[in-house]
């Protein structure tokens, strides 16, 4: 789907990063992430970019395929980088990426990803389009 300009420079600019450090607190009984938590972390990162998109109330109504692809160990930094994949109507699609990072290394991958879809709320609770006038 080709979108306007107008539409890309929302897009570009509700791209959101946010970074994490793994504390003992936060893992499971392998010294890792709890899932819980990492899932917990990915959907709030995919919620404030589709606010930052949209601009409007939204609620998650999804999680689709997320991917654990290595344990993320305590100590670790992570970077959870969230952007919009799809729009629809009246909902939108954010893929979330968590990148790994040892706390004393440069290198990063990743090791988690999935997606999240929300539908955009009118005053009502009822859908509303995600993008009142901009034409796409």
Not at 19 to 42: D, I, Q, Y
């Amino acid at each position: 789907m080709e979108v306007s300009e107008k539409v890309q420079a929302r897009i570009n600019y509700a791209t959101t990063f946010t970074t994490k450090t793994v504390f003992p607190s936060r893992t499971n009984h392998h010294n890792t992430l709890f899932g819980g938590e990492a899932l917990a972390w990915m959907d709030e990162v995919a919620f404030i970019c589709a606010t930052r998109f949209c601009r409007k109330p939204l609620v998650t109504i999804s999680s689709d395929r997320v991917d654990f692809k290595e344990p993320i160990p305590a100590g670790s930094i992570v970077e959870l980088v969230a952007s919009i994949a799809n729009i629809g109507r009246t909902s939108l699609v954010v893929e979330v990426n968590v990148l790994i990072e040892k706390m004393y290394e440069d290198e990063k991958h990743r090791a988690i990803s999935g997606s999240f879809k929300f539908v955009a709320l009118d005053d009502d609770r009822k859908p509303t389009p995600v993008l009142g006038g901009v034409e796409l």
